[in-house]
């Protein structure tokens, strides 16, 4: 039982996708750019399949399956692909269930029973079924992309798998398509004696034979531990002439049938919760204290290690107050009951049990208080993987667990363990289950790494089976622990687990080699990192420190919440619009370190279909900031299309954007004649065909003149306050210098009103567009011009403030990697954004009161880019503890114009989706005024709706009894 490779199959890419195109409603893939992105998961592993299909039902999956079996190719479905052994790659055909399969089909009407298709993301039905006060019991962490098939598949479990278990214990039915295309039916207790002649009653009565005359061999082989997903579900599933085929399914990993519709029982939503947090001083008194604090039936004990709660310490300051830095662990105990009462009286009782066993404890009764303690952990553990280096966390033993009772041993085996590799691990998981996450750092890249993952490998297994363990206690077996499954159970056990797929899938063509696998190697092959980065392939007109573009291509892990379409996450807001793998951050990642290692030929860079993957990205940032790992996508998508452009030029309306400035100037100068001929359709026309901008897309009214120009006039004739307590350099950029002057004039009242003296020197408007579409020439010529105008003024002290958060990053991080040197490097590090910088004049309590009140109310839209360069509540927490505005949060994600993207013709409906979100919540607002400091988000939510967008310095202004100053004279630019 091994895997089908690419060798063993003669059928050539695009003749499968043709061939099936004709036979599904949904969609076939065989071009390279879209193989590679379903080549990886959450795992180590690369395997480019020849074909990925999106199919949109139960009948296209019959049809590509049965084609897989006329043609010998290997066949298996995928969900999010956040597995991490590996069980989602198939070097055949992959079979997307998240593109069409997502509906919720029928609800119990008490909600008790929820039916869905396979690609329902697991939170999303949860969100369904809170209407009826139910949910799905098990927890996983990847709930927020995870899919229900996928969990059903891999059996997921969760934080809570103490109350509830595995989820293949709620499986009441599955809908599935056979190895040989044929849909079929299976339930739980099947009575084999009343079995028809179907194909799933065969199954059903070839099922019971077996297992009924294994049954002994069964028994012996279940290790202790509860906690054990490992192989088939084939314990306990017969029962009085009844088989349970539902259950055994579970867990299957796709490797005997692929499911189209899900049937799960659901449980009630808690009425009571609380939790109780323990410190101890060691890992051993942490795990001798596990066993009484289970005897106390909770519903959750989870663990951070003291390298775990200091890493969030450090670079999570918003949870320094909840987290207790120095402790050796601390274990999360929630107990769940009908009253907070009862809640009450369960948690004095395990407290009272542990005793001195614990050195703090903390109980937390607060509903909000616990929900940001599990964020704190579930925020926590993906610490581990920022850090640019050749080594990564290792995910290989991840998930082994042991029969609570001795996890004390356990973790004293993985500390010798630990000691004799040389490498570093981080004990967290879920301590009342006998499960711990374990991580080492390794470089899988390196054949010495490699061998000593496979060592290490062998050493835990080993001691967790010497426990009465199992090697798979939540996650998959996959590629990764399909060739331990036979010594986890024995060879008796081993050829039942192999007879079961033979009857489901006789010609091993299902997802083969996941399960079940006896090559010794599996482990350590089709590794994605064992292909090294090619020095030339990093090479780039832009300026990278050592290494770093190398790291930043293997940064990724794949983890998928990239895939996450909660409004609280903001990434990825193109995956969002488009709903498919490719438009993720993930995809990127994966692709652009495909063409990194050599892997993608000369000629597919160079394409027009990778041409468009590259547009695929809006530098909106929120991959840096809210990936576990950090990945910066947004700076490798710029440096691949720098190079795209170095070898095939800039299209014409990358070239217009880019020198926007100059469209800008002319639109000033001959304002207002150039807003006239705005509006005329004719015009709008012509920019259409000509420049490539949406004919509906209303651009922004022109003021004549400069601002940049007046604000020197208006600054030397009111010359410095008299008593100024900073200097700063007001960097304007383009909206305030050619749109609206009297944002330009808030700022310098503002500042000066809090003695603060100002100057503006001459400057051009940040370039991001030039950065966004790789026109590395004209950022590094504008940038460099802002750097000498703008240093001797940093040199003197002065801070470089920006009332546009796009400047601020262009200038604070975007710089470095256009123009070098100490200078630029000055700018960089003293450059604000706006908000931020007054947020630090009231830190330093120099930012006066308000004058007057601000009448009104207001919603205020959060731009991208406002986040990625500082505190992003800092606005509603100035304007509202401050100057008392009466301000909320819209929460509602990304725009979608993002800076130029959104102008574009090619572009105006992916920019209308990723606005959805946006535009529903501003439809529900309970006022017309929006506060934004994002001038291309101004334009994107006038453009939705009919509102009033302001800036929030305004606001500000107003506060202040500061007069407006709309009609300034403005002279024309020198």
């Known amino acids: 039982m091994t895997s089908v490779y690419p060798s063993d199959m003669a059928k050539d890419p695009t003749q499968i996708a043709a061939d099936l195109s004709d ?55 995928r969900g999010a692909g956040s597995g991490v052994a590996g069980e989602s790659l198939c070097s055949g055909i992959v079979l997307d269930m998240t593109r069409y399969m997502t509906r919720i089909l029928h609800t119990a009407a ?114 202790a531990t509860k906690r054990n997903r490992s192989g088939y579900n084939i314990a306990s599933v017969c029962h009085d002439s009844r088989i349970d085929l539902a259950h055994l399914l579970a867990g299957s990993e796709g490797t005997l049938a692929i499911f189209t519709r899900i049937t799960l029982r659901t449980v009630p939503l808690p009425k009571a919760k609380g939790l109780l947090q323990l410190e101890f001083d060691s890992l051993d008194r ?114 082994a667990s042991v029969d609570h009772t001795r996890l004390a041993e356990y973790i004293e085996g993985l500390q010798k363990i630990e000691r004799k590799y040389g490498t570093t691990m981080s004990f967290f998981g879920h301590a009342g289950d006998g499960e711990l996450h374990l991580r080492p750092y390794l470089d899988l890249s390196d054949p010495r790494d490699v061998a000593k993952m496979r060592a290490m490998a062998e050493e835990v297994f080993s001691l967790v089976w010497s426990l009465g363990g199992s090697i798979s206690g939540e996650h998959a077996d996959g590629l990764l622990r399909a060739g331990f499954v036979r010594r986890q159970y024995g060879d008796a056990f081993y050829e039942i687990l192999c007879k079961v797929k033979a009857i489901f899938d006789p010609a091993g063509l299902v997802n083969p080699g996941k399960i079940l696998n006896d090559d010794p190697d599996v482990m350590v092959k089709n590794l994605r990192r064992a292909r090294h980065i090619q020095p030339e392939r990093t090479r780039s007109e832009m300026l990278f420190r050592e290494n770093e573009l190398a790291l930043e291509f293997e940064q990724c892990y794949g983890c998928g919440l990239c895939l996450n379409r909660d409004p609280a996450l903001r990434m990825c807001p193109v995956y969002r619009a488009l709903g498919e793998e490719l438009g993720s951050s993930r995809a990127k990642a994966n692709l652009l370190h495909y063409w990194a290692t050599g892997q993608l030929d000369e000629k597919d860079f160079e394409s027009p279909e990778f041409r468009r993957f590259l547009d695929l990205c809006v530098n909106c940032k929120m991959c840096e900031k809210q990936c576990p790992s950090g990945v910066n996508i947004s700076t490798l998508m710029a440096a691949a299309r720098a190079e795209y452009v170095r070898r095939k030029g800039l299209r014409r309306t990358e070239f217009a954007l880019s020198h926007n400035r100059y469209l800008s100037l002319l639109g000033s100068v001959f304002s207002p004649v150039s807003n006239a001929f705005l509006k005329l359709p004719p015009f709008q026309w012509a920019m259409e065909k000509t420049v490539g901008l949406d004919k509906r897309r209303t651009m922004p009214a022109f003021q004549r003149g400069s601002f940049v120009t007046a604000a020197q006039r208006h600054l030397t004739q009111a010359g410095p306050p008299d008593a100024p307590t900073d200097k700063v350099v007001y960097f304007v950029d383009s909206y305030a210098n050619s749109n609206d002057h009297e944002l330009g004039y808030a700022v310098l009242d503002v500042l000066r009103h809090n003695d603060v003296e100002v100057m503006v020197p001459r400057q051009r408007p940040a370039p991001l567009p030039a950065i966004v579409y790789g026109d590395v020439r004209t950022a590094r010529r504008d940038l460099a011009y802002n750097v000498r105008h703008l240093a001797e003024a940093a040199r003197q002290g002065c801070r470089i403030v920006c009332s546009e958060p796009s400047a601020a990053l262009c200038l604070q991080q975007e710089m470095r990697h256009y123009v070098s040197g100490d200078d630029a490097r000055l700018v960089s590090e003293n450059t604000w954004e706006l908000m931020n910088y007054l947020a630090d004049l009231r ?122 100053h709309v009609s300034r004279p403005s002279v024309l630019p020198r």
């Not at 709620?170 to 398509?177: A, F």
């Not at 009862?342 to 607060?366: H, N």
């Open 23 to 77: 036979r599904i409603r949904g969609d076939a893939f065989a071009d390279i750019i879209h193989r590679v992105a379903f080549s990886t998961d959450a795992s180590s592993y690369r395997i480019v399949p020849q074909c990925v299909v999106a199919p949109r039902d139960s009948h296209d999956v019959a049809v590509v399956v049965k084609y897989a079996a006329e043609e010998g190719l290997p066949v298996a479905p």
């Open 110 to 223: 008490d909600g008790a029973v929820v039916t869905c298709e396979p690609g329902v993301v697991l939170d999303d039905l949860n969100k369904h079924l809170a209407r009826y006060g139910r949910k799905i019991g098990p927890d996983p962490s990847s709930a927020n992309r995870a899919t229900v098939g996928g969990c059903v598949a891999n059996n997921a479990t969760g934080a809570h798998s103490l109350q509830y278990g595995h989820i293949g214990e709620y499986v009441e039915s599955l809908e599935v398509v056979l190895a040989d295309g044929t849909l079929a039916e299976f339930a739980n207790t099947v009575d084999v004696e009343k079995a028809g002649q179907h194909r799933a009653d065969a199954i059903a009565r070839e099922c019971w034979s077996l297992l009924t005359a294994g049954k002994s061999a069964i028994d012996k082989a279940i290790p």
């Open 286 to 399: 942490m795990a001798r204290a596990v066993p009484v604090i289970v005897k106390t039936a909770p519903a959750a004990c989870e663990l951070m290690d003291e390298t775990l709660i200091n890493l969030a310490v450090d670079q999570l300051p918003q949870y320094r107050d909840i987290l207790p830095a120095g402790a050796a662990a601390v274990l999360l105990i929630e107990h769940v009951g009908d009253t907070d009462a009862e809640v009450r009286e369960r948690i004095e009782v395990t407290d009272l049990a542990v005793g001195k066993q614990a050195t703090g404890r903390t109980i937390i009764t607060s509903s909000a208080d616990q929900a940001r303690v599990w964020k704190s952990r579930k925020d926590a553990g993906p610490l581990l993987y920022r850090k640019r280096r050749r080594e990564h966390p290792a995910e290989f033993m991840e998930d």
């Open 843 to 964: 830190r330093q309590g120099r930012l006066k009161a308000a004058v007057e009140p601000v009448g009104g109310q207001y919603v205020y839209h959060l731009p991208c880019h406002l986040c990625a360069v500082g505190d992003e509540t800092v606005t509603l927490r100035l304007l509202s503890e401050h100057f008392g505005v009466n301000v909320s949060d819209l929460g509602a994600g990304c725009c979608g114009l993002s800076g130029t993207f959104g102008m574009q013709k090619k572009n105006y409906d992916v920019a209308e989706t990723i606005s959805q979100s946006l535009k529903s919540a501003i439809g529900a607002a309970p006022t017309r005024h929006v506060l934004t400091e994002c001038a291309a988000c101004k334009m994107q939510i006038e453009h939705l709706d009919d509102v009033t967008v302001t800036h929030p310095i305004k606001l500000v202004a107003r506060a202040y009894a500061l007069a407006r």
